[in-house]
């Protein structure tokens, strides 16, 4: 248990400092490690002794990243991937096996939602799913050989909110995993853990770098589970690089004051958003028109960066707006310093069928806005000119 705060343990959580006395952590771009003799290479791949074999394994840099991660989820251990869908594939991977049976919320990102439906079934591996504003519905899509229970809150590109305490009860009624993807809110915001999760799933890419760089993901929870996932990425290789990881703890380093004012600026622009005539709804989890905006008060510490919103005139009005964008940048990512705006219908959801979209909350207007770190006045006034074009 850290005896500091968050924000100091993402500063002063770092490796010991070698004999140069550093101040700031060294970027150890290594393969490999030496040993002293044939007894400490032995009794180091024994794990009789704590050390760095091969960096597949363990780095100095990622694990720096992965101490400061279990810090700020009050996990035990985790480990650290190249990609946030690394960090999916091999956490499912690790603790499923033939004949087990996932239950999901809908709502969850598109590779995801292809694993569960393209890949796993190859395994005998099968998945229900339930409405993420039915979660009444879970209980009877419980089988016998369910083995985890899966969900993201806020959701992609949704930004549905799901009640965790209610999710962490129901795991634990029927002894089946919970697993969370907490990606948008982030640690600094949530804390699934605390409400009863045993993994957490992060895309490091989105607001843990926070600057549109690197790569990475990081699976957290207890030892026990851990060590499996380990174990399967040792052998398997979706292992985070040293460099990505070294980047991706500096910027730790700034998550909690860069998740701040990403707030900050997020809720100005959705309550400008839901003022504006052109726009059919909005939806962001600190405004109180949001459905589950007293289950988003209760478990998180702020709203998120992420609007989600319709703009008028369907798919047409979407693909206009989306056309006139001047300075925000036009892209499929999320949680940079710069705001960046998606057209799901036409783009990264034009291939799901309108049922598909529309059960999960896309319709052909959707927009999805990632709020950045740039004045308001110049995002909202961006916004602005692009729905009265």
Not at 23 to 34: A, I, K, N, R, V
Not at 49 to 64: D, G, V
Not at 208 to 221: A, E, F, W
Not at 364 to 387: H, W
Request: charge should be negative.
């Amino acid at each position: 248990m850290s005896k500091h705060n968050f924000e100091t343990d993402a500063i002063r959580n770092q490796t010991e400092r070698t004999q140069f006395s550093e101040h700031s952590t060294p970027l150890y771009l290594t393969s490999g490690f030496t040993f002293d003799d044939a007894e400490d290479m032995r009794a180091s791949f024994a794990e009789e002794k704590p050390k760095n074999l091969y960096s597949r394994f363990s780095n100095p840099n990622t694990s720096e990243f992965v101490a400061k991660v279990v810090a700020m989820e009050g996990a035990e251990d985790g480990f650290a991937f190249a990609t946030g869908m690394a960090a999916v594939f091999s956490t499912f991977g690790a603790l499923l096996s033939s004949g087990d049976h996932i239950v999901s919320c809908r709502s969850v990102f598109g590779s995801t939602h292809a694993l569960f439906t393209k890949y796993f079934p190859k395994w005998n591996i099968e998945t229900s799913y339930f409405n993420i504003n039915n979660p009444e519905t879970i209980e009877g899509l419980i089988q016998p050989n369910t083995k985890i229970l899966y969900a993201e809150t806020p959701t992609n590109p949704g930004i549905d909110v799901i009640d965790l305490e209610l999710l962490g009860q129901i795991a634990k009624k029927h002894n089946i995993l919970l697993v969370i993807d907490n990606c948008f809110a982030t640690p600094y915001i949530q804390q699934p853990i605390k409400f009863g999760a045993d993994l957490v799933i992060h895309s490091a890419t989105k607001l843990m770098d926070g600057q549109g760089r690197v790569l990475g993901g990081i699976t957290v929870g207890s030892k026990e589970l851990i060590r499996e996932i380990y174990l399967f990425s040792r052998n398997t290789g979706p292992a985070m690089s040293p460099f990505n990881a070294w980047v991706l703890s500096k910027s730790l380093e700034t998550l909690a004051i860069r998740v701040d004012r990403h707030c900050e600026n997020a809720l100005k622009v959705a309550e400008y958003l839901e003022n504006h005539s052109s726009i059919n709804w909005v939806k962001y989890p600190f405004l109180k028109s949001h459905p589950k905006y007293d289950v988003a008060k209760k478990q998180m510490k702020l709203g998120g960066s992420i609007i989600a919103f319709e703009v008028k005139g369907g798919i047409d009005g979407g693909r206009n707006f989306f056309n006139n964008i001047k300075m925000c940048s036009l892209s499929a990512n999320l949680g940079d310093t710069r705001t960046i705006v998606t057209h799901p219908a036409s783009t990264t959801h034009s291939k799901l069928s309108v049922e598909d979209r529309l059960e999960v909350g896309i319709t052909d207007g959707s927009v999805r806005i990632s709020v950045g770190l740039e004045n308001t006045e110049d995002i909202i006034a961006d916004l602005k000119q692009a729905l009265e074009s």
